[in-house]
């Protein structure tokens, strides 16, 4: 699926009559099949930027389309950092939610749900209770359920925010393999910078609130991607130059709030 965000502008009220510039304005392209990281210090906006991608908000200003079309919530799936697993309900039925919400027969969802367990690492915790999964296969079942749904666009907003460092770089590897299968178009927002370069093959910099893009970074690192690929000079190259545009997008913001209050 093709992204085209053409001056997007997000503002919230605030009191009777204020606004709070929240984004933009934005302007970028996305690949149909790029997986694209998208950095910024907090409160800059990338959750509102998935949120509008995800047909949940309306921008202030502008559009966001999904290969031409205003988003919707079809053909878009979400993947946040809490697994957000019912605990009444099963490994197995967990992952097959969506498939049964969108009325497939019960055998055919469990048989796509049985296929999917061993790319997971899943295997013999079909029947499981999410209480009895630790926090990265709580994380695995969340990425089944999302592929299931065979979206054309993958947004993930933070989805191993709360995992320790070991279990969410083989996450990060395995998300990759997992997503080799139906290459779709995936923007996800980090904080980390060394997961954007190891996943990515773009990244998206945005300047602090209202997040404004500062800069683009293309990752030429070589598919597939493995960790001995952070200890090459080129990735250390790379993440030389995202710092120092995360540094140009501090400064210039701070200038530009001192300009204002003058």
């Not at 204020?18 to 907090?42: I, K, M, N, R, Y």
């Not at 966001?64 to 079809?74: E, K, M, V, Y």
Request: proline letters at 5%; aromatic letters at 4%.
């Amino acid at each position: 699926m093709k992204v085209q965000v053409k001056d997007l502008q997000v503002k919230y009220p605030v009191g009777s009559a204020g606004q709070l510039e929240a984004l933009g304005p934005l302007d970028f392209t996305l690949a149909a099949g790029s997986f694209v990281a998208l950095l910024g210090p907090s409160g800059c906006g990338k959750s509102t930027l998935v949120r509008v991608l995800a047909g949940l908000l309306k921008p202030t200003q502008g559009v966001a389309l999904l290969d031409g079309n205003q988003p919707d919530g079809g053909g878009t799936g979400i993947l946040f950092q809490d697994a957000n697993l019912l605990p009444w309900r099963r490994v197995r039925d967990n992952m097959a939610l969506p498939l049964e919400l969108a009325g497939i027969a019960r055998e055919t969802r469990y048989d796509a749900v049985r296929r999917l367990l061993s790319v997971l690492g899943l295997e013999g915790f079909e029947m499981a209770w999410p209480a009895e999964l630790s926090g990265g296969m709580a994380q695995r079942v969340a990425i089944g359920r999302v592929l299931l749904q065979e979206p054309d666009l993958l947004l993930l907003d933070e989805p191993f925010g709360a995992l320790d460092a070991i279990t969410r770089e083989q996450l990060g590897l395995d998300l990759l393999r997992f997503r080799a299968r139906a290459a779709q178009t995936v923007l996800m927002v980090t904080h980390d910078i060394n997961e954007a370069l190891l996943l990515a093959d773009r990244v998206l910099v945005l300047s602090l609130r209202p997040g404004r893009l500062v800069a683009d970074l293309a990752v030429p690192l070589p598919r597939p991607r493995r960790l001995e690929h952070t200890w090459s000079q080129q990735y250390v190259n790379l993440l030389r130059q995202l710092r120092a545009a995360l540094g140009r997008g501090a400064a210039e913001q701070m200038r530009n709030a001192v300009q204002e209050v003058r």
